[in-house]
């Protein structure tokens, strides 16, 4: 069956640091792959997306990530966290085989930034 | 502005009674749909419809109920067959026909708590 998987439901960074939420899929057709963000008790707003080309996607808020074929992944990094990065993020998947408007999304991961 | 409104932002019932969530989209999408989110269980579609008058069940459907009578409307009804209906509810919407529907846009959500 399609999958999403993000690794670790809470990550804990301090400002200033590196941000690393991991995001892996299983399918062996390469998706359309995203990630949002949720603030609490709001919706979710896309951070990026990557559909075809360049492998390295930028998004908002100094975000990026990069599709690894071969790792069946889609991890997302900001090289600095600041405080106002603490939410929740949301990978999400659209699998190729599946309905034209769905998506699959990981359980979440609770992105804390400590000061 | 273009956007989803969703209404009201807190919605309290008693157990055994109907309520109607609203869901407004001005952005002339043609796609909108219906997740339930719950603590560490990300998102789960409800129902989704790709056009008027036509709407499908997602992984959650029992319980549920909507209509599509306009395309920038889509309410959602739980119903008191819905056993556990306390939860945060996410109205989206997206544009494209066919395979070129990609990213949803998402509401503000309505946190529903039926006591």
């Known amino acids: 069956a399609q999958s999403v998987t993000q690794l670790g439901s809470h990550v804990s960074v301090s400002e200033g640091a590196l941000v690393l939420l991991r995001c892996n899929y299983s399918s062996s057709v390469p998706p359309y792959l995203f990630w949002y963000v949720q603030y609490p008790n709001q919706g979710l707003q896309l951070l990026l997306k990557?559909?075809?080309?360049?492998?390295l996607v930028k998004g908002i808020n100094g975000f990026e990530a990069e599709f690894k074929k071969s790792e069946t992944s889609f991890h997302l990094t900001k090289p600095s966290a600041h405080m106002s990065d603490a939410a929740e993020y949301f990978c999400a998947v659209r699998f190729s085989s599946g309905s034209a408007r769905q998506l699959t999304f990981g359980s979440g991961t609770q992105l804390t930034v400590l000061p | 502005d273009g956007g989803i409104t969703q209404s009201p932002k807190y919605l309290f019932r008693k157990e055994g009674q109907n309520v109607t969530l609203s869901c407004e989209q001005n952005l002339n999408h043609d796609a909108m749909y219906w997740y339930r989110q719950d603590p560490g269980q990300g998102l789960r579609l409800i129902y989704y419809?790709?056009?008027?008058?036509?709407?499908q069940k997602g992984d959650i459907a029992e319980g549920y109920s909507v209509s599509r009578e306009k395309k920038e409307s889509f309410p959602l009804t739980v119903t008191s067959a819905q056993k556990n209906p306390t939860a945060f509810y996410l109205c989206?919407?997206?544009?494209?026909?066919?395979?070129?529907?990609?990213?949803?846009?998402f509401g503000p959500g309505t946190r529903l708590t039926v006591t």
């Open positions: 989206a919407s997206s544009q494209g026909v066919g395979g070129l529907a990609l990213e949803q846009y």
């Open positions: 419809s790709q056009i008027v008058n036509d709407f």
């Open positions: 990557y559909t075809t080309g360049a492998t």
